[in-house]
């Protein structure tokens, strides 16, 4: 992308208007401008955030150049003036949480993760956008960001006027809602800054009480140790129990707060949009438990090789369906539980051990523990045995 910065002039209302239309063309529902600058309320909250450890194992949050670079915009491009932030839609889910819960042999997917990774297409019409930009702008000089950036996404999309931050952190503007996804220009070109957005949550607290985990422990502040979004996907290791049960049948991420959210109820689609690319594909919506349990490697990877579940690992994702098997409360899951005992992964052994402890009745308690006791013998992850051991107990207690 070119082209060195010289001293920029103010880019008029009429071409500002241009740029808006062109983002539209390139697949955006929303394109503002704000200056790179961060309140000092936004600096603050982050600081507390990760003082507080609630980035969990997403360490690299917590770093101090990329804490720095989040607090201030401007060291991200040298000389740049303005911010362009966009927001690309995507396609709500088509069930009611309730619908949702009662598919209880099915996964719940992020609605934002049924179709190709947004990431590659978010970069792809940044990338076009920021052609447009080369041709309409002249010389300047710019980035293009999406999430994985250390940029502060929704405090730059608020006070450019995209969306309010609602309490459930993410960004809601009044027609879209909140499903769409933020990316950024970050330009040497001096834009005039558009207003900032009024919050409108007002007194409502839907997203916290409806939260499975408790995890927007105030509003405005998300837990990441406690968010099932965090747990399924970003988490590499053991869920604690005590979340497990509260997960449901929730595979890959959650939708839970942004469902309830009453800005959501009426949100209008972007028809005009370039095509859909996030578009549900079937396989994605509500997946049933069972097959996803028998992928291996080669499946998993060919199944997920344009999805965000990638992400995941296959380990990963078939931790999260033995929690969901073990939450399903239905004793068909058993079969798949046991096989899943010899799975070569241990996150894999360990959770389907807890989910058959949970599913296990007088019919198939002696079946179970067999297999419990005689894998157990073979066990060599001190954290798989642990899971073992404690499925063996529970059971036994139970009866
Ligand atoms: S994504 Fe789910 S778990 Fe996370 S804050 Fe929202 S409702 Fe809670
Ligand atoms: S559910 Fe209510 S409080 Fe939460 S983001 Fe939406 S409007 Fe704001």
Known sequence: MPVLCQTA??????????????????????????????????????????????????????????????????????????????????????????????????GVISAYAHGDDYHDIMKKRLKALALELDAMLGV???????????????????????????????????????????????????FEPDQPAINHCGSCTACIDICPTRAIVAPYVVDARRCISY?????????????????????YGCDDCQMVCPWNAHATKDKDAVVDLLMPKGENNLPDLASLLLLDEEAFRIRFRKSPIK??????????????MGNSGNVHCIP????????????????????????TDQGNRERVLAALNLLSEQENDPAVLHEFMSAIQGIREES
């Not at 730059?156 to 952190?169: F, P, V």
């Not at 988490?235 to 979340?243: G, T």
């Not at 992400?311 to 929690?323: M, P, S």
Request: hydrophobic letters at 45%.
């Open 336 to 359: 798949a539980l046991l096989d899943a005992l010899n799975d070569g992964e241990s996150l894999i052994r360990g959770h389907a051990a807890w989910a058959l402890a949970r599913l």
């Open 140 to 190: 300047h000089d710019q980035r293009v960001f999406v999430d994985t950036a250390p940029v502060l996404e929704h405090a730059l999309a608020a006070s450019a006027g995209l969306g309010w931050q609602g309490k459930h952190t993410l960004t809601i503007q009044r027609q879209l809602g909140s499903w769409f996804l933020l990316g950024e220009i970050f330009t040497t070109a001096e």
């Open 9 to 106: 002039a103010m880019v008029s209302n009429g071409l500002k208007d241009r740029v808006r239309a062109k983002a539209k063309e390139c697949g955006f529902a929303l394109c503002h401008v704000t200056r790179p600058e961060v309140g000092g309320q936004h600096a603050d909250a982050l600081q507390r955030w990760s003082d507080a450890g609630m980035q969990g194992d997403m360490v690299w949050m917590a770093e101090e150049m990329r804490m720095q670079r989040r607090k201030s915009p401007e060291t991200m491009l040298q000389g740049v003036n303005s911010v362009i932030t966009v927001a690309m839609h995507y396609t709500p889910p088509d069930y009611s949480l309730d619908e949702a819960d009662a598919q209880k042999l099915c």
């Open 311 to 324: 992400r995941t690992k296959r380990r990963g994702l078939l931790r999260n369906v033995c929690i969901a």
């Open 231 to 251: 747990l399924t996907i970003e988490f590499d290791d053991f869920i604690p129990a005590e979340f497990r049960p509260l997960m449901g049948n929730r595979i």
